[in-house]
């Protein structure tokens, strides 16, 4: 069974630090990993995809890393604002397993201004 | 285009009753999926769908949920004779399945079910 374990389960830092939120999975056979935002009584919005062919992917001020084989991947946010603060999930998939999401219990980040 | 839709938004219901909750997936999208989102649980997978078929339905957690999706398209899951550990957010997400390249699953915004 595929466990996803994010570490740390919350972050405070100061507006304009980067930031740095790691995801690991047991499973390495991943078809693709997802990082998600999730805020307060709202729903998910995805942030950015990782086809396990890939290395990294990037969206604006979002970079994230995927190394396969060693079950890690990694979101990085630069030049935080206080918009940021929010629950990031990470969700890996397996060609196995229809596909359907494991999630990690997530980390908790509060930009403060 | 339209995103994923789910109603209602927020369930209050009494322990005993059932409760029906409704998913429209984005259009063209095969696969659609059910997970449900409980205070110290973490979101946890309960049903698949790919087209009107249900390959997985091992994440239901106890013969009182159901959930059918016809016409591949809309999908209701159905909790009969709620429970107090049934309150939680269920979440839907579709994804274009095999018609598309990546299986990336679009969130609608949940329904918040309270059962008092």
């Known amino acids: 069974k595929q466990e996803v374990t994010q570490i740390p389960a919350a972050l405070s830092v100061p507006e304009g630090e980067n930031l740095v939120l790691n995801c690991s999975f047991t499973d390495s056979a991943i078809y693709n990993l997802q990082w998600f935002r999730q805020d307060p009584g709202k729903g998910l919005t995805s942030l950015l995809l990782?086809?396990?062919?890939?290395r990294e992917q990037t969206s604006g001020r979002l970079n994230a890393s995927l190394d396969k084989s060693s079950g890690r991947s990694t979101l990085y946010i630069a030049a935080s604002q206080p918009g940021d603060s929010a629950t990031y999930l990470c969700?890996?998939?397996?060609?196995?397993?229809?596909?359907?999401?494991?999630f990690g219990a997530g980390t908790t980040v509060t930009v403060r201004a | 285009g339209a995103g994923v839709s789910q109603s209602p938004s927020n369930k209050v219901t009494e322990k005993g009753k059932d409760v029906e909750l409704r998913c429209d997936p984005i259009s063209g999208h095969t696969a659609l999926y059910w997970y449900r989102q409980s205070l110290g649980q973490g979101l946890e997978f309960l049903i698949y769908f790919q087209g009107n078929s249900a390959p997985d339905k091992s994440g239901l957690p106890s013969d009182r949920f159901s959930a059918e999706r016809t016409g591949g398209s809309v999908s209701t899951l159905t909790i009969q004779r709620t429970q107090q550990e049934d309150s939680a957010v269920y979440l839907c997400a579709s994804s274009p399945g095999l018609a598309g390249p990546s299986y990336e699953q679009y969130f609608g915004p949940g329904t918040r079910l309270t059962v008092t």
């Open positions: 990782i086809q396990s062919s890939q």
């Open positions: 969700a890996v998939s397996t060609r196995s397993n229809d596909y359907k999401l494991s």
